[in-house]
């Protein structure tokens, strides 16, 4: 009679100790803003009724969170921005490969993992952006073309800390290997009007106030200041139109590996790469849709079509540390 009792109890406090999960709801760890990304979540739990609950911070802190937890995680689904920070993710064993027509057919497979494991969700061009008060567009070529002298004390840079230079950094060596791209980083290094930025909006007012002449940014950020600002005297421009094309990178999720409801899971990240969630991430976002089959909003299709690199965002992880190593023997703060 005790053992029954001690063993009732044991199983009572391993019961209470355990997280109770609902059938009818979807946790997300996510690196995104909230007024990016509850939209989305809102517009699904008024469609089906499931409820989404999500935690917000930064990448690292969340990746980190999942392989820490484990098997005991809440999480069902991580949405992270850069393929770069996807492609850890998927390294670090902490994403469920999936199989999905839905996402195969909705997304491009250059924008998804190889293996299933994550998709893109929205897009964005890293670009030139150049002072329309001291440059002329016919200047301007490609990315490479920046380390040449006419830019000497004109050129703006962000930090090489933060993943989307690394991304695009990688996506070089690919296209050029690591001798060339270091070459190409040496002249961006030795162009700079001033010390790197933490952030790509400052380095948009810069140019605009005349701290500097072209810089590289993500054109959201372009779009949210320029809709702060009209007046902006700051453009985009396209570069490597004649030959490769202009560096795209990605926001994007993957299924968590111990994802308590991961068909779930799977069934929102499916709703996401589909009409009515792209349709939000292009409006509210002021992003490209991940997928071609709906079109940018207003704001970002008036920028004008382009040509856009095909080499694939697994690239942007493969490469990540050699990418690293090259910006730092380049003086890329």
Not at 55 to 76: H, S, V, Y
Not at 174 to 182: I, L, V, Y
Not at 198 to 210: E, F, K, M, Y
Request: aromatic residues 8%.
């Amino acid at each position: 009679m005790r053992l029954h009792q001690t063993l009732l109890a044991s199983l009572t406090l391993s019961a209470l100790s355990m997280p109770l999960f609902a059938a009818d709801e979807v946790v997300v760890y996510t690196a995104r803003i909230d007024e990016l990304i509850k939209p989305a979540f809102d517009a699904y739990t008024a469609k089906t009724g499931v409820k989404v609950k999500f935690i917000t911070d930064k990448e690292a802190p969340l990746m980190a969170r999942l392989q820490a937890e484990g098997a005991n995680t809440p999480a069902d689904l991580l949405i992270t921005v850069d393929a770069g920070n996807l492609w850890q993710a998927e390294q670090m064993g902490i994403l469920k490969p999936l199989q999905s027509a839905v996402i195969e057919q909705n997304i491009p497979s250059q924008y998804r993992s190889s293996t299933g494991s994550w998709t893109g969700l929205s897009l964005r061009a890293r670009t030139i952006v150049y002072s329309t008060e001291r440059v002329k567009p016919a200047e301007l070529s490609t990315y490479e073309a920046l380390a040449d002298s006419a830019w000497a004390s004109r050129l703006c840079l962000r930090t090489s800390k933060k993943v989307y230079n690394q991304s695009l950094t990688a996506t070089l060596i690919e296209t050029h290997g690591a001798a060339k791209t270091e070459t190409i980083l040496k002249g961006w290094v030795d162009n700079l009007a001033t010390d790197v930025f933490a952030d790509d909006t400052a380095l948009l007012q810069a140019i605009d106030a005349g701290q500097c002449d072209v810089g590289l940014v993500n054109t959201y950020y372009f779009a949210r200041l320029h809709k702060q600002d009209p007046d902006l005297k700051v453009k985009l421009f396209w570069p490597n139109q004649a030959d490769r094309g202009v560096h795209v990178n990605l926001s994007g999720a993957g299924v968590t590996k111990y994802a308590p409801h991961a068909a779930e899971a799977q069934k929102l990240l499916e709703w996401m790469t589909g009409p009515e969630a792209q349709n939000l991430f292009a409006d509210i976002n002021q992003e490209f849709p991940a997928n071609p089959a709906i079109k940018p909003s207003a704001e970002v299709a008036a920028w004008g079509s382009f040509k856009a690199d095909s080499v694939p965002m697994e690239v942007a992880g493969k490469r990540q540390v050699e990418a690293i190593k090259l910006m730092d023997r380049a003086g890329w703060n």
